[in-house]
Nanobody
Framework: QVQLVESGGGLVQPGGSLRLSCAVS????????MGWYRQAPGKQRELVAA???????KYSDSVKGRFIISRNNAKNTAYLQMNSLKPEDTAVYYC???????????????WGKGTLITVSA
C-alpha cells in the first residue's frame, strides 16, 4: 500500500505565498511522476504542475511563472511553492504520484486526500 499526505494548505491574502508538501510512504520501489492537481468548487479537477524523477517540469498556463514544483527523491516528497496567489487559485489541491510498488512490481496511480487553499482578503 502507498499513502500520500499533503500539508501546507490554509488561508492566504491575494499576492501572498504558500508552500505545499506531499510525502509518499509505503511499499515503494520508485516514483516516476509526481504532480499537483486542484479542484475549485463547481469545476473539474485540473493539472497544476508535474515533475518527473529526472526533474523535468510541466505547468498549467494559469500558474506558469508563479508556481514552482520541486521534489526530493531521497525523501519521496514533492513540493509546490505558490507565489503571487490570486483568488482564482482557491481550490482543494491534491497530490498525485505514479508509484512502482515493492516487492510486487505494480504501477499505482496514488492520490492524497487534498488540502484546501483559500485566497481571500
Amino acid at each position: 500500500q502507498v499513502q500520500l499526505v499533503e500539508s501546507g494548505g490554509g488561508l492566504v491574502q491575494p499576492g501572498g505565498s504558500l508552500r505545499l508538501s506531499c510525502a509518499v510512504s509505503g511499499s515503494i520501489f520508485s516514483i516516476s511522476v509526481m504532480g499537483w492537481y486542484r479542484q475549485a468548487p463547481g469545476k473539474q479537477r485540473e493539472l497544476v504542475a508535474a515533475i518527473t524523477s529526472g526533474g523535468s517540469t510541466k505547468y498549467s498556463d494559469s500558474v506558469k511563472g508563479r508556481f514552482i514544483i520541486s521534489r526530493n527523491n531521497a525523501k519521496n516528497t514533492a513540493y509546490l511553492q505558490m507565489n503571487s496567489l490570486k483568488p482564482e487559485d482557491t481550490a482543494v489541491y491534491y497530490c498525485n504520484a505514479e508509484v512502482l510498488s515493492s516487492p510486487i512490481k505494480q504501477t499505482l496511480d496514488a492520490w492524497g486526500k487534498g488540502t484546501l487553499i483559500t485566497v481571500s482578503a
